[in-house]
């Protein structure tokens, strides 16, 4: 059921940003990611940018050697979901991460960054401002072979604060 009364940011996935990591690094980095994730967390909505949980459902896909791609849903009180999907890319010679995500209220975002060992900084470019800004950071950190956390930092209003407007944990189911 989709009820789309109340609009979430879900600027989680970027999170998929972490699978495309350096091949040189980790042969087997995008087997390790590819397959199915449940995640739960929170993310903020709203022109108050209020907090509220979150539970989502991933399939990811490797795509040829420098490839993936998303299809999953995210709920919020078992009456708000949004279909999700991405698709990223990454340049074993540079390490460089490309992509893009569709779901978020705004639209389509371009998605890019650099591995940096385990973990992976990368940057959301929104197409019309979303808090105020068309930019959000995110930073990827794996927490073992099965599972990896996604923070996303945005400034809340044109001259607000810094702060966390996602911030997921993902499970291999």
């Known amino acids: 059921m989709e009820c789309h009364s109340r609009r979430l940011p879900w600027s989680v996935i970027p999170l998929l940003s972490l699978l495309a990591g350096n091949a040189d690094a980790d042969p087997t980095l995008l087997e390790r990611y590819a397959g199915t994730f449940l995640g739960a967390g929170t ?46 890319a990454w340049d074993p010679r540079s390490g460089r991460v490309n992509g893009t995500y569709t779901g978020s209220r705004v639209g389509t975002a371009h998605l890019t ?22 930019t959000a950071q995110m ?13 996303v930092t ?6 607000g604060p810094v702060r966390a407007t996602t911030d997921l944990t993902l499970l291999r189911r």
């Not at 022109?47 to 991933?58: E, G, I, K």
């Not at 930073?139 to 923070?151: E, T």
């Open 113 to 134: 960054g650099q591995q940096a060992a385990a973990d992976f900084d990368l940057t959301i470019e929104w197409p019309k401002p979303l808090y105020g800004d068309t």
């Open 139 to 151: 930073k990827v950190a794996s927490l073992g072979p099965d599972s990896f956390r996604i923070v």
């Open 43 to 88: 993310i903020v909505e709203g022109p108050n940018a209020d907090s509220h949980p979150v539970r989502c459902r991933f399939t990811i896909l490797q795509q040829g050697a420098t490839g993936l791609s998303l299809q999953g849903m995210c709920e919020a009180y078992l009456i708000v979901s949004r279909s999700i999907s991405a698709y990223l």
């Open 154 to 159: 945005d400034r809340i209003g044109v001259n």
